[in-house]
């Protein structure tokens, strides 16, 4: 972890090749010396953020933290076409649970659509712009290659009626795609982002912002260096993607007008295996039916994340972890697992659920008794107190905790076998059990040493069997859970049809399980370690007084291990 940087001679402990770049740019002589570092994180609201934007809230946001500077929360909504207010609410809500904050320095790229527009009719009076009435088709047909020039009969149009176009274009005289505004740079650029690209198009659709006062907007590539320097953004960290359009980027800066000359740096995104980032391919599984909204537990959105049971502490490690570079790698969706794992065993209070219950009979136990165990709620964290658990005569168990037949090795409750602990109870020892006609097991006898309580035996005798969770069948609580695997069969399903790879059985879910009681008052999003099963919470939309319904959030542990 760097410093925080808070100027003088504090020494920034570099934690990658961006603060690199920014400390020469804020040093002595340099580009922003006696400036605050300035960034912004620029999510366009057509869609909701994933674990893929967690790396570059961390970039964006971390950076200016690092050097004591500011990052801006700027909605890129220059196309309207699929962008919506529930989009921009949800990203808000996203990165403030994830614990960032951007004061008032909130933006939409639609606030400087008339600046914008001034800045092209000023790159057509330098005779840096003019319009062209190419159709898509024809332009691409006039790219031209590595060894041949683009072409557009328009390039030489006199500015005075370019000028007169452009007003007209956004005065709605004419139809989509009837013309386009583009820049004037080189046909024969071996960069095609160079080759006159286009800055402006006609698109006759509603904007959830400015509705339909504008039928011409920029494109990205204009919009985006001009968004920055209107917000005296000083970097503008980007993923490697727009590394080839950082000339247009620094040419719009030197031929428009405006406040600031931003600098524009790129890093490689986060790639993760057995899932998709793709926006797009997103919302068709959630339109098509594929998932249960954009916050399915399945889903690798923020919000698909939180409903599962992941903390903002996890999601900012494995951000963190992971580094920042140059160089595209993917990253195994078992270190964000990992990362959860980590924080919630420090944090989530250690409860007892079966989820398979099979009734215990403890037949020497007597009748018309209770009593009551005390137990830590979490080892790691001796603050959070202690709880009282019930034991009586009939208890749930696991089914898999019994057969009626052992194999070899099986160290749990079979007629005969070893003596078994139940958690924090007593002794016992199976000594037989019934089954239907169909060779279900329907319930199981044990004794029980009464002079075990707390788990040892009185005589110090060596208990050879497993311990095993319990829950008692006087108190217990019903309760659903929903057990979540890979959305997709395979570690990269961008590689052909990604519908192709989804996992039929990516969620299981268990009806009739057994909760102790202090899970009855479980709050919506509330996360425990069931013992012995693993990481749950109490989900956010359909756990409710009455009925509980709980998600796996991950496994109690796996074989994963950092930097392996």
Known sequence: MSEEYKGGNTEIVSTNFIDEFVKEDIGPGGR????????RFPPEPNGYLHIGHAKAIYVDFGTAERFGGIC???????????????????????????GYDWGDRFYYGSDFFEEMYQGAVELIEKGLAYVCELSQEQMREMRGDLTTPARSPYRDRPKEESLELFKRMRAGEFE????????????????????????????????????DKWCIYPMYDYAHPFEDAMEHITHSLCTVEFEAHRPFYNWVVENVTLPSKPRQIEFAPLGINNTVLSKRKLRV?????YVDGWDDPRMPTICGLRRRGYTPRAIRNFSERNGVSKAASTVEYAFLEYCLREDLNMTARRVMAVLHPVKLVITNYPVDKSETFTVENNPNRPEDGSREITFSRELWIEAEDFLSEPVP?????????????????????????????DGNITEITAEYDPDSRGGDPADGRKVKGATLHWVDAGTAVDAEVRIYDNLFTVDNPEEGDFLDYLNPDSLEVLTGCKAEASLSGAKPGESYQFMRQGYFCADSKDNKPGRLVFNRSVKLKDGFKPGK
């Open 176 to 211: 989509d795609g009837r013309m386009t505004l583009r820049a004037k740079i080189d046909l024969a650029s071996g960069n095609f982002n160079m080759r006159d690209p286009v800055i402006y198009r006609i698109n006759h659709t509603s904007h959830h912002r400015t509705g």
């Open 285 to 289: 599984l959630v339109e098509k039916g």
């Open 32 to 39: 922003t010396e006696g400036m605050q570092v300035h960034t």
């Open 409 to 437: 090795k099986y160290k749990r409750l079979y007629p005969d076998g070893p003596e078994c602990r139940l958690k924090g109870a007593y002794i016992v020892k199976c000594t037989g059990f019934t089954a239907d006609g």
């Open 72 to 98: 801006n929360l700027r909605m890129d909504d220059t196309n309207p076409t699929k962008e919506d207010v529930e989009y921009v609410k949800a990203i808000k809500e996203d990165l403030h649970w994830l």
